[in-house]
């Protein structure tokens, strides 16, 4: 279960066309909302813009928002309030895993060190969330901290469970849902109400999110399976090495009997044979199985937008679906 | 300027008799509002309860509530939510800092490794902030969110003008009412506002926990200079070894020529000279002049007190002025 920033990745650009004006008007109030009157504060946030993310999640809001009626000014509010936090969120994660980079650029704590990313972090969070309140866009609110506690407990859950090696496949889709999903699921739900106030359509693009992520997270921990004879591209079997089971893995201890499921766990736990494991786990249909639930996700997500008119932002969030589940790094 | 954990020492539960049984309602309410359906959740938040914090910021806002007309279902709310935020904040603060102990116990970060007691702060800020969006509690929203704002400006501004030391006294109170002031004038304000909607009251109190804020950054800053010649206590010379320039400092700066300063900042850069340092501030009234503003901002706070009728809430308030321009340590 890799980092949340792999949705960022070059290729996705293409699927952001019919709301290209929309997310370049997004980056100018988007870069006017992190301004402070504390310089060091506007020095780093302009680093951060300098990092270029892909903005998928603000792309999500506007897509979402397009699909039910149209971008509004509410649309906007609501993707810079999850950008703020998303990018909040990558600050604090990189203090975490003392990482030195961040989209290709040395990461805010390797250039200005822990304290400064931990408080930046605070800073886009609180402003995010103040800029919501001072517009009175409640509903938001109430989604967006709602989320951020899910993604919290989703992790933390996560931890907990790796501990103990004993995720089975009910506890990983609360897990990855509550990490993964929820965010993307927001983005929608947000852009979806931010057209018109009908809720239908708010818990068909919810859904949609949802199916999504799920589908998302569960193809990136394949990736960390089948990249195995990949010469080049990340690094594959870290979640093994950091103990963590996931879905291919939980498949394939299920079709085995018990004495083969704990030598399985023993391996794990010694932290080697990474490639013992990846290859027990392709040997008994794991992956191949993770895959078809990809697909099932994938495919009710869309048969959720088939409900909704064409339409060329209709196309696009069909073909992030496609996009999500067939990528290969 | 030291850490935000200070207000937190054992003389002060004294203050609280007024408010004695609200903190205890006020103590069931925070434990059940932690509750999450993650186990591990459950165990560290435990854990927190077990570290008994003094719970001084959830007084304030209950002394200013009873103050202002009376404690209501709406004052443990806004308490709930400022305890919640200020935990978060020193989780947090434990892990920038790499601290081993909390109130005499091991700390987060010592017990569950950092990244456990990053999503921990973060449940718990989302947490508050989804309580009070809940409830629809929108001014304690506005207010709050602001505060996280200020209080990491606050520190980064000070980061900010410490690398460069150039802090003069404008910027030192701009630093220590953001990082330091800005809660307890929250708590203060928050507490009459959930009394009665009286705007005027609210301000008043607001103003009230303004100086009550800045007289404790204040004396906080001088005890890192008068601590010399103590046996026991905190180290002294801490500031000066970070190379933060306080109240007492700037006002000896002020005090000298160019020369001068320059000779003293140049010891400040070398990191080591702390005695020399501390000799200088007291020789040129610096301490004694830092005494007097902290006693002003007592003063201040004293006087708007002085508009309220009397009552038990009334003389605990101010007690707590009296206490925080005069203790030792």
């Given at each position: 279960?890799?980092?949340?920033?792999?949705?960022?990745?070059?290729?996705?650009?293409?699927?952001?066309?019919?709301v290209?004006?929309?997310?370049d008007?997004?980056?100018?109030?988007?870069?006017?909302?992190?301004?402070?009157?504390?310089?060091?504060?506007?020095?780093?946030?302009?680093?951060?813009?300098?990092?270029?993310?892909?903005?998928?999640?603000?792309?999500?809001v506007?897509?979402?928002?397009?699909?039910c009626?149209?971008?509004?000014?509410?649309?906007?509010?609501?993707?810079?309030?999850?950008?703020l936090?998303?990018?909040?969120?990558?600050?604090?994660d990189?203090?975490?895993?003392?990482?030195d980079?961040?989209?290709?650029?040395?990461?805010?704590?390797?250039?200005?060190?822990?304290k400064?990313?931990?408080?930046?972090?605070?800073?886009?969070?609180?402003?995010?969330?103040?800029?919501?309140?001072?517009s009175?866009?409640?509903?938001?609110?109430?989604?967006?901290?709602?989320?951020?506690?899910?993604?919290?407990?989703?992790?933390?859950?996560?931890?907990?469970?790796?501990?103990?090696?004993?995720?089975?496949?009910?506890?990983?889709?609360?897990v990855?849902?509550?990490?993964?999903?929820?965010?993307i699921?927001?983005?929608?739900k947000?852009?979806?109400?931010s057209?018109?106030?009908?809720?239908?359509?708010?818990?068909?693009?919810?859904?949609?999110g949802?199916?999504?992520?799920?589908a998302?997270?569960i193809?990136?921990?394949?990736?960390?399976?089948?990249?195995?004879?990949?010469?080049?591209?990340?690094?594959?079997?870290?979640?093994?090495?950091e103990?963590?089971?996931?879905?291919?893995?939980i498949?394939?201890l299920?079709?085995?009997d018990d004495?083969?499921?704990?030598?399985?766990?023993?391996?794990?736990k010694?932290?080697?044979?990474?490639?013992?494991?990846?290859e027990?786990?392709?040997?008994?249909?794991?992956?191949?199985?993770?895959?078809?639930?990809?697909l099932?996700?994938a495919e009710?997500?869309?048969?959720?937008?088939?409900?909704f008119?064409?339409?060329?932002?209709?196309?696009?969030?069909e073909?992030?679906?496609?996009?999500?589940?067939?990528?290969?790094?």
């Amino acid at each position: 279960m890799g980092s949340k920033e792999k949705l960022n990745i070059p290729v996705i650009s293409g699927f952001l066309k019919p709301v290209k004006e929309e997310v370049d008007e997004f980056n100018r109030i988007f870069k006017t909302s992190m301004k402070s009157n504390v310089a060091l504060v506007d020095i780093v946030t302009s680093y951060i813009l300098k990092q270029k993310g892909k903005k998928i999640r603000p792309a999500l809001v506007l897509l979402s928002a397009k699909l039910c009626g149209g971008v509004n000014e509410s649309s906007y509010r609501g993707a810079v309030l999850v950008e703020l936090l998303h990018t909040a969120t990558l600050v604090h994660d990189d203090v975490v895993d003392s990482a030195d980079k961040r989209r290709g650029l040395p990461s805010i704590n390797a250039v200005w060190k822990n304290k400064v990313a931990v408080l930046i972090g605070d800073y886009l969070l609180s402003r995010g969330l103040n800029l919501a309140v001072a517009s009175k866009d409640y509903e938001f609110l109430e989604i967006i901290t709602d989320t951020v506690k899910r993604m919290a407990e989703g992790e933390l859950l996560q931890i907990q469970k790796t501990r103990k090696l004993d995720i089975d496949e009910a506890t990983y889709f609360k897990v990855i849902s509550d990490k993964t999903a929820s965010l993307i699921e927001t983005c929608c739900k947000i852009g979806a109400l931010s057209a018109h106030k009908n809720e239908e359509h708010a818990r068909m693009l919810a859904d949609y999110g949802n199916a999504l992520g799920l589908a998302f997270q569960i193809q990136d921990d394949i990736l960390d399976y089948e990249g195995v004879f990949k010469l080049f591209g990340k690094p594959i079997g870290g979640d093994i090495k950091e103990k963590k089971i996931t879905l291919p893995l939980i498949y394939a201890l299920n079709a085995v009997d018990d004495k083969e499921k704990k030598r399985i766990k023993a391996l794990i736990k010694k932290g080697s044979h990474v490639k013992e494991v990846i290859e027990f786990t392709e040997a008994n249909g794991g992956i191949a199985r993770a895959h078809q639930t990809a697909l099932q996700f994938a495919e009710k997500a869309s048969g959720i937008l088939s409900n909704f008119p064409d339409s060329e932002s209709k196309t696009a969030l069909e073909a992030l679906i496609r996009f999500v589940v067939e990528r290969k790094s």
